[in-house]
């Protein structure tokens, strides 16, 4: 840069050498800032004054009063299908149920579905009905009162639902390697593949 003092917009302080032309701004420049301060008057007005928008808190609240809606919209039409609903025998479906039995129902019903806590799986007795659709609603709803998870509010979705039904559809009728839990009392139901009875 030039020194000469004739220069008009050189300023007049030097630091080390260095000095300071006083450039006019762009137009452009100068533009964005008004209208970044018009915008703000607005916003101030909109959100703060006349209290017109929700603020972020609302905002949140709303979208999360959408979502629930539009799950139970999912869930209301998932328990209307129940009914008519049948076993899955595609192997990937029933890979998945199996991950899902041994990491969340094992614990109570035992890794082969004899039955710990949780009543015996591969017999003909059923506490809530031996037809598949009784299963999937039993696990969807489950039994709070009597300690069975009500998987619905427990995150599985329909599907894993399904597909966890699936397999222990397949263990009607399992050999077991120790015997399984007793029956309680009920009627046995011929359900399934099972011969056992
Ligand atoms: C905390 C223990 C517990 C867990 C975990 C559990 N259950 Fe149960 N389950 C029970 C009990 C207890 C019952 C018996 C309910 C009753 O007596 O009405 C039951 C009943 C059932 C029944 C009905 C059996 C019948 O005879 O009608 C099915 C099917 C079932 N559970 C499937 C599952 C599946 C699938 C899972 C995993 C996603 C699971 N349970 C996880 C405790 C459990």
């Given at each position: 840069?030039?020194?000469?003092?004739k220069e008009p917009l050189l300023l007049d302080h030097n630091?080390?050498?260095?000095?300071?032309?006083?450039?006019?701004?762009?137009?452009?420049w100068v533009w964005?800032?008004?209208?970044?301060?018009i915008y703000s008057a607005i916003y101030l007005v909109y959100y703060h004054v006349t209290r017109t928008g929700d603020l972020q808190a609302a905002e949140y609240a709303n979208e999360m009063k959408i979502?629930?809606?539009i799950k139970n919209g999912a869930m209301g039409k998932f328990e209307s299908t129940i009914a008519t609903l049948q076993p899955a025998s595609d192997a990937a479906v029933l890979e998945s149920g199996h991950q899902t039995y041994t990491k969340l129902c094992a614990i109570c019903h035992r890794v082969d579905g004899g039955g710990l806590v949780g009543p015996?799986?591969?017999?003909?007795?059923?506490?809530?009905?031996?037809?598949?659709?009784?299963?999937v609603a039993i696990i969807w709803n489950?039994?709070?009162e009597k300690g069975m998870v009500a998987?619905?509010?427990n995150g599985l979705k329909p599907n894993d639902v399904i597909a966890v039904a699936s397999c222990i559809y397949t263990l009607r009728g399992a050999k077991l390697l120790s015997p399984g839990k007793l029956p309680e009392n009920q009627a046995p139901v011929k359900t399934g593949p099972s011969q056992f009875e």
């Open positions: 840069m030039s020194n000469d003092p630091y080390d050498g260095i000095q300071e032309l006083d450039n006019k701004l762009p137009r452009w964005l800032f008004y209208i970044t301060i979502g629930e809606q015996n799986l591969t017999d003909d007795y059923w506490i809530h009905g031996g037809k598949y659709s009784d299963t489950g039994v709070p998987w619905k509010k």
